[in-house]
């Protein structure tokens, strides 16, 4: 599944995966002029923590596993459902937080780009630390215990638990084209963190017109209705206060012109940026 975000197609795991809050959040935020806004603001944290918790509202109210539920995935990556969602966000008070739970993991995230211009963006994890502590004989392989993790035993959630039904998952990668040439493959382990930390990369890279190093080098923030927002820095707009001292202040709106994130690509045309961080997130990306 896929979306278009300022002349960019932004392609990414469909249900049971949680990729989908990842395009719905871009598209929330497509709506404003995010390259107007101090880098690492507040405002900036604000909007992106907004546009990912209706994002995830969105996820815990239609989604489960497709054998098993009819969701309306078509609308809910529409401009129009985006635009919607984006009238909610009041610029001087935060929405609460998703009701949901944050479980530990052990995720592992690959990606590779070949010479010419070939891309792979691949996730998998064991669920928990040591999976279901088994291995398949001969082979040293742990198998996952996904399946028995992360359902509802509300009978009326589209994630409730049944027989042979898969569960909703965090795990999500990207990649990302443009006239259906490769620019950039991207993703991350940490459990809900994964689709937050996604979306402040690509808007790092197509809105702010960072080099990949210098995205990932300005750290991730994460929120999680469990323990609050994770982050090294003190923000506002993630709880209930007001998040701004001008209770008067709108956002500035995205021009109808295109964002012109082809300047950024052809100062980085034909050279391509890896980076890893102890294992905690990993980014690599080609740009041509």
């Not at 932004?10 to 990842?22: E, M, V």
């Not at 390259?35 to 239609?62: C, F, M, Q, S, W």
């Not at 539920?69 to 966000?89: E, F, G, M, W």
């Amino acid at each position: 599944m896929s979306i278009n975000y300022r002349g960019f197609d932004i392609h990414q795991t469909a249900p049971p995966s949680q990729g989908l809050i990842h395009l719905e959040t871009m598209n929330i935020l497509e709506g404003f002029d995010l390259a107007g806004l101090v880098p690492d603001g507040d405002d900036l944290i604000h909007l992106t923590v907004e546009a990912n918790k209706l994002a995830v509202g969105d996820r815990l109210r239609y989604f489960g596993d497709p054998a098993f539920v009819t969701y309306p995935l078509d609308r809910i990556l529409s401009k129009a459902h985006a635009a919607n969602q984006r009238q909610r966000i009041d610029p001087i008070r935060a929405l609460p937080l998703a009701k949901g739970r944050a479980l530990p993991g052990d995720t592992t995230y690959i990606c590779a780009v070949d010479r010419d211009g070939n891309g792979v963006s691949f996730i998998h994890s064991l669920s928990m630390q040591f999976g279901a502590g088994m291995t398949v004989p001969g082979t040293g392989m742990i198998l996952n215990n996904r399946v028995g993790r992360g359902f509802t035993l509300d009978a009326d959630h589209p994630n409730c638990v049944d027989s042979s039904k898969r569960t909703m998952s965090t795990l999500n990668c990207y990649i990302v084209t443009r006239n259906g040439r490769l620019q950039v493959v991207g993703g991350t382990p940490g459990g809900d963190g994964q689709v937050q930390w996604n979306s402040q990369i690509l808007v790092s890279l197509l809105d702010r017109h960072l080099d990949p190093q210098d995205a990932v080098d300005r750290g991730p923030l994460d929120t999680h209705s469990e323990h609050g927002p994770r982050h090294n820095r003190q923000s506002r707009g993630l709880d209930d206060r007001k998040s701004h001292p001008n209770e008067d202040r709108t956002w500035p709106r995205a021009p109808r012109s295109r964002r012109s994130a082809d300047r950024f690509l052809r100062r980085r045309r034909g050279r391509s940026g890896d980076c890893c961080r102890s294992g905690a997130r990993c980014y690599s990306g080609r740009l041509r």
